[in-house]
T-cell receptor, first 111, second 110 residues
């Protein structure tokens, strides 16, 4: 069965650069979530979309933005990268109140 | 979803011992979802509880939802090294944030 696909799996960027992370949710799922997980930390909710509209917002820095496109894939755009942005970024999708399925994550390293 | 508190934050057991983690909320929850995250992995859904007093079992794992729907527990019988990971409980509200708390990190030594 198709799972949540994230790309790229690994990304290395320099400080002040920009990065774009992509997420392809499970077909027919109506909600997409983005999370940031630093080393030894729990996943921190960044933002969610329900039927392509932003539905909830967490601790997402102003330097980050996200959107969901007509084909339901989502992108997390990160600008002016800082060393502290180095983390594992997860995307998840779900349908209504059912369980969330997580992608394998994108490991971002800012040097 | 609403934030829930989970205890303990860490638990270290010998293989074969039992393990329990507890979730508590100050308000009534519509549901509880449990996830497990292995070191270096992504969160994986285990189960969802919806009904008051509900008990569900998955092999050595037993999940309970309190009668007042304000607390939940996960009990693992006879832990194995494959149980190592962090267990999270959270409340799901369609379209809104799935808020992960600190979770309970379980370490099992042979």
């Amino acid at each position: 069965a198709a799972g949540v696909i994230q790309s790229p799996r690994h990304l290395i960027k320099e400080k002040r650069e920009t990065a774009t992370l992509k997420c392809y949710p499970i077909p027919r799922h109506d909600t997409v979530y983005w999370y940031q997980q630093g080393p030894g930390q729990d996943p921190q909710f960044l933002i969610s979309f329900y039927e392509k509209m932003q539905s909830d917002k967490g601790s997402i820095p102003d330097r980050f933005s996200a959107q969901q496109f007509s084909d339901y894939h989502s992108e997390l755009n990160m600008s002016s990268l800082e060393l502290g942005d180095s983390a594992l970024y997860f995307c998840a999708s779900s349908s209504s109140n059912s369980e969330a399925f997580f992608g394998q994550g994108t490991r971002l390293t800012v040097v | 979803g609403q934030q829930v508190m989970q205890i303990p934050q860490y638990q270290h057991v010998q293989e074969g011992e039992d393990f329990t983690t507890y979730c508590n909320s100050s308000t009534t929850l519509s549901n509880i979802q449990w996830y497990k995250q292995r070191p270096g992995g992504h969160p994986v859904f285990l189960i969802q509880l919806v009904k008051s007093g509900e008990v569900k079992k998955q092999k050595r794992l037993t999940f309970q939802f309190g009668e007042a729907k304000k607390n939940s527990s996960l009990h693992i019988t006879a832990t194995q090294t494959t149980d190592v990971g962090t267990y999270f409980c959270l409340n799901s509200n369609s379209g809104y944030a799935l808020n992960f708390g600190k979770g309970t990190s379980l370490l099992v030594t042979p």
